[in-house]
């Protein structure tokens, strides 16, 4: 069975990502982000939400096991500033309901939502600049960067929150992710 | 989801080998949780199961006497009517997190007297698995966790709903029979009315939080929201029958959700709103306006403290 942990950023909606993977019908296990990454064994890892990336613990470690990450929220941006792209502070904090337009019908993670999709949020931080090797995958009106992929390298990342009930089509996200991971 | 079926089984097994001939208690609140959790260790241990419902002054119009008519069969149960105590301990108190924490240990003290009162060597406890994060992550302080086991010195606690989600502790509600008007009851705060009243909690903000609460779950039933209810956010002028009104601004909201984790405001249409609207300011003299509140969670929450 295809096997993926979630790493806890102490986000509120943490426990929701692992019950969407487990509806999913995948194994999947919350891990805190103190753990050292050798001794996670796993397919894929998520990496969760939270309020402040200081609490990320050693989050960014789990970008270097070679398994697909996707990054949620403040996971996203722990990616984002990890491999050298830019956070900072939104304009407009992106608050509940988004609508959120797919900038690249092909990519893995949101190519099946486009052309559009609503989704729930709750940030004020966002990625700036994207890393290299990162495609943009979706914007919206309130942030700039909403998505982004490095598919060669399996990381994925979205600003939004594919995990909880208002956001359309999130179960969608955590499957295309899931196809990613299956070995 | 969760299988009903196998899970009350489990849970009955449970609760009735880490009892065994042991006394146990329960504080129950009329919620789905408490409800399902007594209901679960009821059905383990029968009679040794003593049920107390503490009547905190801060209960929704007619609950308390809902509690005794629903839960009927369990012969142990026990009201126990600590109105005035818990307004005592309120008188001043302003800080939401304080009210909590007021109300937190004045139902300690309540159920600790009852707790020892019965002799029980266990406590049963219907926290599910959201209390157990919420808390863990700080957003709010959860009446459920923490608190009883530190006063009275159980031999054990048992939680036999800790991994459930509300909506699947609903299916459960279900699937044990209880009568629809616990399964499909809205959620309610452990802390009651005191945090549908910003700032001090008296009697007179209680009562119109309780009136207006009945209003609108009246009013909004087609609707079938996740939880709908009304809080007294502050004063503001008015006029009525050519008097100046210094009264009660009474907000409603109303919000869809299946977890609670997040929520949307409801679109509701404004002739609903005016009947709302013109039903509180009418029943309740001191009260001078009503707003509806359209925020999602996120940014709000879904309670007001």
Redesign the interface.
């Known amino acids: 069975m295809t096997r993926i942990v979630v790493i806890d950023n102490h986000g509120q909606f943490t426990h929701l990502e692992q019950r969407a993977l487990r509806d999913a019908g995948v194994d999947t296990e919350l891990v805190d982000n103190d753990t050292p990454p050798e001794e996670i064994d796993a397919d894929g890892v998520v990496l969760s939400g939270g309020p402040d990336a200081d609490r990320a613990g050693r989050s960014a470690e789990f970008l270097d096991i070679d398994v697909p990450v996707l990054g949620i929220c403040l996971g996203m941006q722990i990616m984002a500033s990890e491999l050298g792209g830019r956070v900072g502070s939104g304009d407009y904090g992106g608050y509940a309901d988004v609508t959120v337009d797919i900038l690249d019908d092909d990519d893995p993670l949101v190519g099946s939502l486009a052309p559009e999709t609503r989704v729930w949020a709750s940030h004020a931080d966002e990625v700036k600049e994207l890393p290299d090797g990162f495609t943009h995958t979706a914007t919206s009106d309130v942030c700039g960067i909403e998505a982004m992929s490095d598919a060669d390298r399996d990381l994925y990342g979205v600003q939004w929150h594919p995990e909880v009930a208002h956001t359309e089509r999130g179960e969608e996200v955590f499957e295309n992710f899931i196809a990613r991971c299956e070995r | 989801?969760v299988d009903t079926e196998s899970f009350i089984e489990d849970a009955v097994a449970e609760i009735r080998e880490e009892v065994g001939d042991a006394h146990a208690v329960i504080a129950l609140s009329g919620g789905v949780d408490s409800s399902v959790a007594a209901a679960l260790a009821y059905e383990a241990i029968g009679e040794q199961l003593t049920p107390v419902y503490v009547d905190t002054g801060l209960m929704r119009k007619g609950e308390t006497e809902g509690i005794r008519d629903i839960f009927s069969f369990m012969e142990s149960l026990r009201v126990v009517d600590a109105h005035e105590r818990f307004f005592d301990a309120l008188s001043g108190v302003v800080d939401p997190e304080v009210k909590r924490e007021v109300i937190g240990e004045q139902f300690i003290r309540e159920f600790e007297r009852e707790a020892k009162d019965t002799d029980a060597d266990y406590l049963v406890q219907g926290t599910i698995?959201?209390d157990r994060?919420?808390s863990e992550?700080g957003?709010k302080s959860h009446h459920n966790v923490g608190g009883l086991p530190d006063v009275v010195d159980f031999e054990g606690i048992v939680e036999p709903v800790r991994d459930l989600?509300k909506d699947e502790v609903r299916e459960v509600a279900r699937a044990l029979d209880l009568e629809e008007v616990v399964a499909e009851r809205m959620p309610f705060p452990g802390p009651g009315l005191a945090v549908r009243v910003i700032g001090e909690v008296t009697q007179e903000k209680v009562e119109v939080a309780r009136e207006a609460c009945h209003v609108v779950e009246e009013e909004l039933e087609e609707y079938d929201p996740w939880q709908a209810f009304a809080a007294v956010v502050g004063k503001g002028t008015g006029v009525k029958g050519d008097n100046r009104v210094h009264g009660w601004i009474v907000a409603v909201r109303s919000v869809e959700?299946?977890?609670g984790?997040?929520?949307?405001a409801q679109e509701l249409d404004w002739e609903t709103l005016q009947r709302i609207q013109s039903r509180i300011t009418g029943t309740n003299d001191n009260v001078a306006r009503v707003v509806y509140d359209v925020t999602?969670?996120?940014?709000a929450t879904i309670e007001y403290e």
């Open positions: 989801m698995y959201p994060i919420e992550g957003i989600y959700s299946r977890d984790m997040t929520a949307r999602h969670k996120p940014p």
